[in-house]
């Protein structure tokens, strides 16, 4: 193989091992940013929110019907109702002008705030209204009952998120609930994408000899945006060390460099020969199928991966390797896949001693191949998800039981 100018790949580490490598070269951002509260979602808190005053700030009414002095309903019944003056109505986002007294209701919407003295809600259902001002009573109610406690959502001086909090709808609601219109949080990830090699052009452009469109640039920018982070793209980078060196140097003010291509056993697979010379490499190649031509590194504090040139390489070690340590630079918590568990349709096949990320179909409720090999797209685009085949194993039997990661 020396003779040929290839460098095969003579070490491996299982993958367990790479990840643990990378994310301990991966620091969390302490950039911050503040923006709108309407695009806080799916953000992560940067700042405690703390709050400076009670929600909801007044006491109110849970129910449609009459606010009264509870004692005043006291023994209350279909055959013996209290009867009971009206001084006024009160709907939502009005005031409330008359102090309750015994024998006295205001009539007030779900929302509205409480008289003063009026310390519960008679349902309207529980209610009649009679000929002027009179209104009968079939019920009674006990003190504070149908009422919102002034505070009893969030009361003054709680703390209601921390920083590292994953802002969530429900979230963003209570922070509006405070009226907080914007709110301080980690910035996203810039990611540089660098798809190297000669042969690799951009879509839109017409194929030359022995061409191929770019498929990674896409598939890796969509991950990254799909977990937080901030694709940015860069023209393809030739196999020339000197250039691609380059090339680096401008990428270093990104907080992550990702490569496509040129992490495998060519002469010209230079990835390893630029971490090399600028910074360390930690890792270059992983006990794993498809994507053992894997390198990761640091130039300086950057985190460098060089991911396969072959599609489905690089986007299944993306998924294993990428998204743990952009979600970890993004404050972001870690990825959990959703999965089903199938029998499989038919008999699998795998490398021992490698760990293997077998794509496959959910079909009639079973796990249907359709991994193809490392260059075919489709063998991720034309999947569900995927199963994790351990080094150790080489067999799955047909209609054994597997758990299927779905994408």
């Not at 994310?23 to 400076?52: C, M, N, W």
């Not at 009573?137 to 009952?145: C, E, H, L």
Request: hydrophobic share 40%.
């Amino acid at each position: 193989m020396t003779g040929t100018g290839m460098r095969p790949i003579r070490n491996t580490i299982p993958l367990d091992e790479a990840l643990a490598l990378a994310l301990g070269a991966s620091v969390p951002l302490d950039r911050t940013e503040r923006i709108d509260l309407e695009e806080a979602v799916g953000r992560v808190l940067a700042v405690p929110v703390v709050a400076d005053w009670d929600v909801p700030p007044f006491n109110r009414a849970a129910m449609d019907g009459y606010a009264v002095v509870a004692d005043s309903t006291f023994g209350a019944s279909q055959l013996a109702p209290a009867v009971l003056e009206c001084v006024e109505t009160v709907h939502t986002g009005g005031v409330p002008s008359h102090t309750l007294v015994t024998g006295q209701c205001t009539q007030i919407a779900t929302g509205a705030p409480m008289p003063d003295g009026a310390d519960a809600v008679v349902m309207v259902e529980e209610t009649n209204r009679r000929d002027g001002n009179q209104v009968a009573i079939f019920a009674p109610v006990y003190p504070r009952q149908n009422v919102g406690r002034r505070g009893a959502d969030i009361a003054t001086g709680t703390q209601l998120l921390q920083p590292g909090d994953l802002l969530t709808p429900s979230r963003v609601g209570s922070v509006a609930a405070l009226g907080i219109a914007s709110i301080e949080v980690y910035a996203k990830p810039r990611v540089a994408i660098l798809s190297t090699g000669n042969e690799i052009i951009a879509p839109g452009t017409p194929l030359g000899p022995g061409q191929i469109y770019d498929i990674n640039r896409f598939t890796l920018g969509s991950v990254i945006r799909e977990h937080g982070g901030v694709a940015v793209a860069l023209p393809t980078a030739p196999d020339n060390l000197a250039e691609l060196s380059e090339t680096v140097d401008a990428c270093l003010d990104h907080d992550i460099l990702v490569f496509s291509g040129g992490s495998s056993v060519g002469e010209r697979d230079l990835t390893v020969d630029v971490i090399q010379r600028k910074g360390t490499v930690l890792f270059h190649g992983i006990a794993v199928k498809p994507g053992k031509p894997t390198v990761f590194g640091t130039i300086g504090t950057t985190p460098v991966l060089g991911l396969p040139g072959y599609p489905t390489s690089c986007l299944s070690n993306a998924y294993m390797l990428l998204v743990p340590v952009l979600r970890r630079l993004a404050h972001l918590p870690v990825h959990r896949f959703r999965s089903v568990t199938v029998p499989t349709a038919q008999r699998i096949v795998s490398t021992t001693g490698r760990h293997q990320f077998y794509t496959v179909r959910v079909v009639d409720g079973t796990a249907v191949a359709a991994f193809k090999a490392s260059g075919d797209i489709t063998s991720m685009s034309q999947a569900d998800g995927y199963i994790d085949i351990p080094a150790q194993t080489d067999i799955v039997e047909a209609g054994e039981m597997v758990e299927v990661k779905l994408f």
